[in-house]
């Protein structure tokens, strides 16, 4: 009951939090400077007339108050409205299709991160050699700060340009087509079992998957390496040793101790990953919906900015709330 009444409250911080972020949206993009209309037709040779009968089509003439409530209202009900630059463009269609290209791009490049860098955390304080820990440490702060597009255009050189081994960009060649059943290229293609179609998802994901992969690794790697050093040391394990319990039992179970934050700072590092994924969209042109978003900023397309913030922002929240469940998967001790 505990757990339930935890998911409940929030729940309710996540609306909280989405209706926080709207308003701030909402707000910045009325008080900039310029005409929104003009900016979305990218011209300032418009009639009066036709400008007056855009802006009261898409009902930006209305009060801010009543623009506000209106579209949250609809939202609520599923609609997020049209596209100021193609009238009549449903947006929800456009985030059905953009949406699931950035979820399998961050679920790999999660992959990724993960496993380079719990795994090189844990493979360098094993082994007991200090050089190895301190690479280690080293590894972890300076891809932190790598500009993510800096090192796309290093990999498309090296692997696309230079070696000619993978794509530089899209998602899947032209000679290939997979049927959108989950919008998840490597899983529809498995249902449909196109292994040609699936191998070749595989290679347009690598070096985007890799490219923020990999900036995300490092805080993963400094976050096991500092936790897995300090329990080692810490009387359990002494206690252990002093029974004559093997080193990698020891390992194993410190192993389970470490997993909590690094699993807390999973659940933190989904906002920096959806961020992140803009970026790494923008460099290998994949149509996701980071990249649709910068389209949408460009712009200044009201309803379709507004429409991508409430969706990262409820993402985000959902995603804190698992990695809070899973606190109690991991550490039975661990009450709500």
Do not use: C
């Amino acid at each position: 009951m505990g757990l339930i009444r935890y998911i409940i409250v929030r729940g309710s911080l996540i609306i909280l939090t989405v209706l926080i972020l709207y308003t701030l949206v909402f707000l910045i993009l009325r008080v900039l400077p310029g005409n929104p209309v003009l900016a979305a037709l990218g011209t300032k040779n418009i009639p009066e007339e036709q400008l007056k009968e855009l802006m009261n089509e898409l009902g930006l003439n209305k009060p801010l108050y009543q623009q506000y409530f209106e579209y949250l209202l609809n939202f609520i009900q599923g609609n997020m409205g049209t596209s100021m630059i193609i009238r009549g463009r449903s947006i929800a269609s456009d985030i059905a299709m953009r949406l699931p290209a950035t979820i399998e791009l961050s679920i790999w490049s999660i992959v990724v991160a993960i496993v380079i860098g719990i795994g090189l955390g844990y493979t360098s304080v094993i082994s007991g050699r200090k050089p190895l820990m301190d690479s280690a440490r080293i590894f972890g702060s300076l891809t932190y700060v790598i500009f993510i597009p800096a090192l796309g255009l290093f990999l498309q050189l090296l692997f696309g340009v230079w070696l000619k081994l993978l794509p530089t960009s899209g998602r899947l060649s032209p000679s290939y087509y997979v049927e959108p059943i989950t919008g998840l290229y490597t899983i529809d293609s498995l249902i449909e079992m196109n292994i040609p179609a699936f191998m070749d998802a595989i290679r347009h994901l690598i070096l985007p998957s890799i490219t923020l992969g990999l900036v995300l690794s490092g805080p993963f790697t400094r976050l096991t390496l500092n936790n897995m050093v300090k329990v080692m040391g810490s009387k359990m394990v002494m206690a252990y040793r002093a029974r004559g319990i093997r080193e990698e039992l020891i390992a194993r179970h410190v192993f389970k101790h470490v997993l909590i934050p690094v699993v807390t700072y999973a659940g933190l590092q989904f906002a920096m990953l959806l961020g992140g994924a803009v970026l790494t969209e923008t460099t290998f042109n994949w149509p996701g919906i980071g990249t649709y978003l910068v389209e949408k900023v460009m712009y200044r397309d009201y309803t379709a900015i507004q429409a991508v913030v409430i969706i990262f922002a409820i993402i985000v929240g959902l995603a804190s709330l698992v990695v809070d469940i899973l606190y109690v998967l991991i550490d039975p001790r661990v009450r709500h």
